[in-house]
Structure formats: structure tokens, C-alpha cells
């Protein structure tokens, strides 16, 4: 179990430093400071996560507490992703990330998480096997997306609203593989589906692009549809082998989708 915290005022610096190089031209000196930074994430990013199994993300609230009905439907979706042989993948934090990355944690399944340094809110959740801390939210999205071969959306906010049109955006535009996408949460989805139809309607996406995502409130449903495309997509093959001489650690799963 990898459980890590963060100083705050060490959050803060990170945080602060972000809000300057996005204020626009930096000294080269500091903006190349950035690049290093955010390449030594990228790369500990991928030795941390190359081994973990092929991945299912679940993107939703962090606010969403223990007692709230779709933190048990979070939970739920957790546990089915783990009967499916795969590893859930989350941002690591509470709410709707803790409760899937709890289903499956507690229920024999492999979890993994892509926690961020924010200076309020985050914190890590304690039911991961194996995560990675990043301070750059456009690495932790690149590696929630890179690892992962099919992706579930819960109720939540802005971010999950940002994870979920992204992951999107790159499978209309081919740059990611077709991989399913479920969206769990009807009647908290009514009004962004009636807004996806209008897009349809104004011919700003083309009606095949609602093919790209199933809304449903059942997470069997759910399950089946990311089952199905898998089964008929890809095929299973042995993983990588770690190399221990580069401090390489395997994780339990010996599998690997392609």
C-alpha cells in the first residue's frame, strides 16, 4: 500500500511556480528549467507504471464522500474492472478515485494511481498498490490516458468534464485508439447529452461521433460494452519483461492488452 504526502508549503512553491510559467515568456533559463522538469516527470512517470497490467481509468469528483450513493457505484465499478482482469487506474485522490481504486483494492484487483500536488483538496488515497506523484497536470493526463485501454466516467466536475472531452477529442481525431468509453450517470449527464445532440445538430461533430461513448446507469451494462470491444479488438499477450538492473519492479499481472 503506497500512501504519500505532501508539505504545503512545498505544494504552494510547485503550484506558484506553474502560475508563472503560464503568465507568459519566462526567462529561457527558467523555461528550460520547466522542460527538464516535466521530462524527469514523464520518465518516472513510465518506469512507475510500465508494468503495472493493462489499465481501465475512472475519472469523477473528488468531493464525492464515503455516504454518497455513487461513491458504492464507484466502489462497485472498481471491484467489476478487477473481475475483468484489469488494473484500475485513477488520479489517486478521494472521492470517486478512492472508491474505485477501493473496489478493486479490496476485492484481489490490482490499483494504480496518478496523484497531482495542489496546495488545497487532493490528497492521496491509501488503497493503491503503486502510484506516482506529479506536479504537471498535462503529464498526470498523458499517463491516465497512455496506460489505459478503455475509460469510465463518473459524476464529478471540471476536471472530470476536461478527462472526459480530452480522451474524446483524441479518439476523434485518431490520435487514440477507438477505446471505449463509458459514462456513468444518466440523469447527471441529461443536460451535456441534450448539449452533444445540439452539437450534432449544428454540425459542429458528426452524429457518428456519439458512437464514440455509452451513457448508461447500469455499470453491467458498462462492463459488457468495454468487455465486448476489448474481446473483439485485442488480444492478449505476455508483458514486458523488468530488468532489475534498472531497478525495474513487475507487478502481479502478467498480462498485457495490444
Known amino acids: 500500500m503506497n500512501q504519500q504526502t505532501t508539505s504545503q508549503p512545498a505544494t504552494k512553491k510547485l503550484f506558484n511556480q506553474d502560475i508563472n510559467f503560464l503568465d507568459g515568456p519566462s526567462s529561457r533559463g527558467r523555461e528550460l528549467s520547466f522542460v527538464w522538469k516535466a521530462m524527469v516527470q514523464f520518465i518516472k512517470g513510465f518506469r512507475t507504471l510500465h508494468f503495472v497490467g493493462p489499465c481501465i481509468s475512472v475519472f469523477g469528483s473528488a468531493r464525492t464522500g464515503e455516504g454518497h450513493p455513487v461513491y458504492q457505484k464507484s466502489y462497485e465499478v472498481g471491484k467489476k474492472i478487477a473481475g475483468l482482469g484489469f488494473t484500475v487506474m485513477t488520479g489517486g485522490g478521494p472521492g470517486v478515485m478512492e472508491a474505485a481504486n477501493r473496489g478493486a483494492f479490496e476485492n484481489g484487483g490490482q490499483s494504480v494511481g496518478c496523484t497531482i500536488k495542489l496546495p488545497k483538496e487532493q490528497t492521496n488515497n491509501p488503497y493503491m498498490h503503486r502510484s506516482v506523484d506529479f506536479s504537471y497536470f498535462f503529464v498526470r493526463k498523458v499517463l491516465l490516458v497512455k496506460y489505459s485501454h478503455a475509460f469510465v466516467v463518473m459524476p464529478g466536475g471540471f476536471g472530470t468534464i476536461d478527462e472526459l472531452f480530452e ?77 532489475w538492473i534498472l531497478g525495474e519492479r513487475s507487478s502481479k499481472t502478467q498480462t498485457r492488452v495490444y
Not at 206 to 216: F, Q, V, Y
Not at 223 to 234: F, L, Q, S, V
Open 167 to 243: 480522451t474524446l477529442t483524441l479518439i476523434q481525431t485518431g490520435i487514440l485508439h477507438n477505446f471505449p468509453v463509458v459514462v456513468i450517470g444518466k440523469d447527471y449527464y441529461s443536460d451535456l447529452w441534450i448539449f452533444i445532440e445540439k452539437m450534432i445538430q449544428e454540425k459542429t461533430i458528426n452524429p457518428a461521433d456519439l458512437d464514440l461513448l455509452l451513457l448508461t446507469d447500469d455499470i453491467d451494462e458498462g462492463m459488457a460494452y468495454i468487455e465486448h470491444y476489448i474481446k473483439n479488438h485485442y488480444q492478449i499477450r505476455p508483458k514486458p519483461t523488468a530488468w
